[in-house]
């Protein structure tokens, strides 16, 4: 039996990470690690690192220098700490890490986790240790499958990756160059994992990739499935009630993932669906592939299949050539569509891709105040589409304790956090709520009727 040691997981970004952060706990769960919520008790420090834009990729460095201290502090007391740089900034730097932090003992890319009990006995043993190659075999075949044990404890709601990668190639993007080629995960392989969560409590699964409607892993008949499909098997596995999936392309919107919002009732009516720009001509730049009538396109068509919604978008403003006639154009969409929420960007140049070797680069100020702008109007819209909800009631998964004694929070359908003063045996469970109140980014509500079960599968 190997001894227990300490292992403390931090990670940056996107969802995938918050995924891979929990997988790499349950690969080395087996070595003797057990996970502690601070680094300065950890034996093991990994920071699972973005790349997508440069102040995220900064924030590991000075993150690292954090980390030497700590690690230079337990040798002091004679205590040996590892620190392991892994995800999209170890995938698109590599050994480079190590020689700007030597701190660094190994370096993984975001293909190899599953090599991390080797790659840290080569790091005890010669001093560092670095594996960022694209490996032939799949991580996912690899990597341990949480346990009804491991899984058991994490809450009533769970990611699950069934797409990595991306072959598209945005000229913003560093995605296909940090994720690599884009691979779909078996729908047998992906059910057993969200059976194995739906036994340990899960009720809601967010299906997650980089481009997840570009689904088409292998069905059980051997043949490609859509996520249209795989959705559908997965709502049939007893113990999930609700379904997500993000992020989306809007090329990849297929019809039988549009009618799956009418035909599914564990989908929640909600979308997240990256727009980016709302002008033909920085779309096309972008190499997004298809324009601003496509984009309203797919979204009239998803709202005759299901016209009570939430859409979120995401926008960079101030790619390279932006003019304030194409940013005006990115101002109308958002008037025209009505989100209930967005996240918004400035460009940023990232080293390898199109988008940072193209010349005309847009002013820093300019896209501060662009971005201020369209902020604005985003805030504006999702404030709207809060107060419209004052006086409705609908159901709420209820996922933890609220800040004040008595408050318990959920999630709406429409993914909005919902805080409500109920027992706290309602975790776990869907109950119908009434909205009295709304916040910028919360509601607030009173139960509409104690639900006949105490909590989902007592
Ligand atoms: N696959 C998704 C798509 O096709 O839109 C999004 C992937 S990316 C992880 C998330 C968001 O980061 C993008 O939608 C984009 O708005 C933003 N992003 C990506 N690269 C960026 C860059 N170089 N500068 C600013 N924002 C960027
Ligand atoms: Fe990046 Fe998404 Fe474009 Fe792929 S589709 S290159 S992940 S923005």
Redesign the pocket.
Known sequence: MKGTRKLFVKSFG?QMNVYDSQRMTDTLAPEGYVETATAEDADLIILNTCH??EKAAEKVYSELGRMRRLKEEAAANDRRVLIAVAGCVAQAEGEEIVRRAPTVDVVVGSQNYHHLPGLIARAERDGHAVDTEFPVDDKFDHLAAPSRAMTRGRGVTAFVTVQEG?DKF?T??V?PFTRGAETSRAVDKISAEVERLADAGVREVTLIG??VNAYHGAGPDGRPWSLGRLLERIARIRGIERLRYT?S?PLDMAHDLIAAHRDLPALMPQLHL?V?SGSDRILAAMNRRHTRADYLDVISRLLESQPDMALTS???VGFPGETEDDFAATLRLVGEIGFSGA?S????P?PGTRGAEMTDQVDEAVKSERLHRLQRAIDRQQAAFNRRCVGRTFDVLFERPGRHPGQIVGRSPYLQPVQVEAPSSLIGAIASVTITEVSSNSLFGALARQPALAAAGA
């Open positions: 996107c997508i834009r991306c945005c913003f993007c995605v980089q481009n992020t392309h990256p980016q995401d926008f960079i996240f960007f400035k460009y940023s990232r």
